[in-house]
C-alpha cells in the first residue's frame, strides 16, 4: 500500500482519504486497503457516516455474493476556509473533505506591511466566507493558511521570512485561532501546493517534487507519501541555494549570488526595465513571453534553466517520481521547456528513467487543496466518534 498521508491507517482520516480519492467505495473495499477485520470497518465506518462525513447510498458492481452499497464523501460532511497567501496577493476559497474549492477569489494584499494589518485583512475576509458557509448550512471545521515563507511545524510560528520584516517568530496559528473561534493550520505555501497537487491529482505517488515559481521561487516534498517540512520548516527552500549566474547580487535573505536574484518573477522584472521594457508585474512578463518579445522570452527561458540547475541536485539526492511545476512562472513553456532539458542534460540516466517533468494539474488551486486539506486532517473526529460540529456562527 502506498504511503499514508492523512493520520494513521485504519483512522477516520485515512478511510476519508480512501473514499475521497477513490480508492475505495465500499465497506469491502475497505477492509481489503486496510488488512482489518470487516467488523472493525464497518464499526468506523458507521462512525463517520453517524459523524456526517461520509453516506453509504446505492449499489455497486458485485464481485460475488451481495452488491455492496457505495460509500461517498458527505456533501454537507464539513468544509475548511483555506487562504493561499502571496506577499502582494491571496487567493481564499472554501475545500470540502472531497478536494473540491468553491467560493474561490483573488484579491490583492502587501503582508509584507507586518502582521497586525494582515491579520486583521485575513480575519475580515475569512469571516465573510464563514457566514456564507452558514447561510448554506455547511459546517466550518478549521481555517488552513499556506504562508510565503518557512512556519515552525509544531506552532505554527512564522521563522525568519525574507522580504517580510516583523513576521519573525509570530505565532500566526494562535493569533488567528484566538480571534476566528475556529481551530487553525499553517504551512509553508509551497509544501501546502504540493500536498494539494498529491492528494488531488496525484495520490498514487510517493514521492515527488512541486515547484512553486512565482514573484520567488519554492518546493514542496512528498516522501513516502507524507510532506517533508524537515527539521524547522525549511525544507525545499530554493530560492536561497547558490548558483553562479548570480554572481555577487545581493538577495533578500541576507546573502549573495542565490538563485532567486535570477530566477524569480520580480529579478526578470527588474532585469526587463534595465533593458528598457516595462512590466509592472509577472501578468505583464508573461503577456511579453505570450506575444513572441524577444527580451522577456529569452529572459524566462534562461530563467529555467537555472531552475533546473539547482532541481538536478535535488533530483539526483531524492529521486522523486515527478517534478511538478507550479506558480504564474510555470505558464510560460520556455521556462517549463527549459527546466526539463537542463534535467534530462545533468541528472543521472538512473533518476530521470521514469521521471515525470511536467506542470500542476491542481493549478492555482494547488495551494489552497493543500492548506484546506490540511486543515480537515487534523480536525476530522478520531474514535470513538464524534458529533457533527456546530455550525460556525457568522459574524455580528
Known amino acids: ?17 480512501l473514499v475521497s480519492s477513490g480508492a475505495a467505495t465500499s465497506r469491502a473495499d475497505l477492509v481489503r486497503e486496510l488488512g482489518l477485520a470487516p467488523s472493525t470497518v ?25 452488491r455492496p452499497r457505495l460509500l461517498r464523501v458527505a456533501a454537507h460532511g464539513g468544509v475548511a476556509v483555506a487562504a493561499d497567501l502571496g506577499s502582494h496577493h491571496a487567493r481564499l476559497g472554501v475545500v ?50 499556506a504562508f510565503p515563507g518557512p512556519v515552525q511545524p509544531d506552532t505554527g510560528r512564522v521563522l525568519s521570512p525574507s522580504r517580510m520584516p516583523g513576521w519573525h517568530r509570530y505565532p500566526l496559528r494562535d493569533v488567528l485561532a484566538e480571534r476566528l473561534g475556529i481551530p487553525v493550520t499553517v504551512d ?25 515559481a512565482g514573484r520567488g521561487i519554492g518546493s514542496g516534498i512528498i516522501s513516502a507519501g507524507r510532506p517533508h517540512g524537515g527539521a524547522n520548516g525549511s525544507a525545499g527552500d530554493i530560492s536561497h541555494v547558490r548558483v553562479d549566474a548570480a554572481g555577487d547580487r545581493p538577495c533578500s535573505c541576507g546573502n549573495i549570488g542565490c538563485l532567486e536574484t535570477v530566477a524569480s518573477g520580480a529579478a526578470l522584472i527588474r532585469e526587463l526595465a534595465r533593458q528598457g521594457v516595462e512590466a509592472a508585474d509577472t501578468g505583464d ?12 522570452t529569452t529572459l524566462v527561458r534562461t530563467a529555467g534553466r537555472h531552475i533546473g540547475t539547482v532541481l538536478s541536485v535535488v533530483v539526483n539526492f531524492f529521486n522523486p517520481q515527478a517534478v511538478a511545476l507550479g506558480g504564474v512562472l510555470a505558464t510560460a513553456e520556455p521556462l517549463v521547456a527549459a527546466v526539463r532539458g537542463v534535467l534530462y542534460e545533468r541528472c543521472l540516466p538512473l533518476a530521470t528513467a521514469d521521471l515525470e517533468i511536467t506542470t500542476t494539474v491542481t493549478g492555482v488551486d494547488a495551494g489552497l487543496l493543500g492548506a484546506g486539506l490540511t486543515a480537515l486532517r487534523h480536525h476530522l473526529p478520531t474514535s470513538p466518534a464524534a458529533p457533527a460540529p456546530q455550525e460556525a456562527s457568522a459574524p455580528a
Not at 500500500?1 to 482519504?17: D, F, K
Not at 463517520?48 to 464481485?63: C, K, N, Q
Not at 509553508?188 to 515547484?211: C, I, K, S, W
Not at 512578463?285 to 522577456?296: E, F, I, N, T, W
Open 1 to 17: 500500500m502506498a504511503g499514508t498521508p492523512l493520520g494513521e491507517p485504519g483512522s477516520a482520516q485515512h478511510i476519508v482519504h
Open 285 to 296: 512578463l508573461l503577456r511579453l513571453v505570450a506575444d513572441g518579445d524577444p527580451q522577456a
Open 96 to 145: 470540502d473533505l472531497g478536494g473540491t474549492v468553491t467560493d474561490a477569489v483573488d484579491l490583492p494584499h502587501d503582508i509584507t506591511a507586518g502582521p497586525e494589518s494582515a491579520v486583521d485583512w485575513l480575519c475580515g475576509q475569512v469571516d465573510r466566507l464563514i457566514a456564507r458557509q452558514c447561510e448554506e448550512g455547511r459546517a466550518v471545521r478549521a481555517f488552513g493558511v
Open 188 to 212: 509553508n505555501d509551497a509544501t501546502m501546493m504540493a500536498v494539494g497537487e498529491h492528494r488531488v491529482a496525484r495520490p498514487g505517488l510517493d514521492h515527488l517534487v512541486v515547484v512553486k
Open 42 to 66: 464497518s464499526l468506523r465506518v458507521q462512525e463517520l457516516v453517524d459523524a456526517g462525513l461520509l453516506s453509504e447510498s446505492g449499489e455497486g458492481a458485485s464481485r460475488g455474493g451481495r
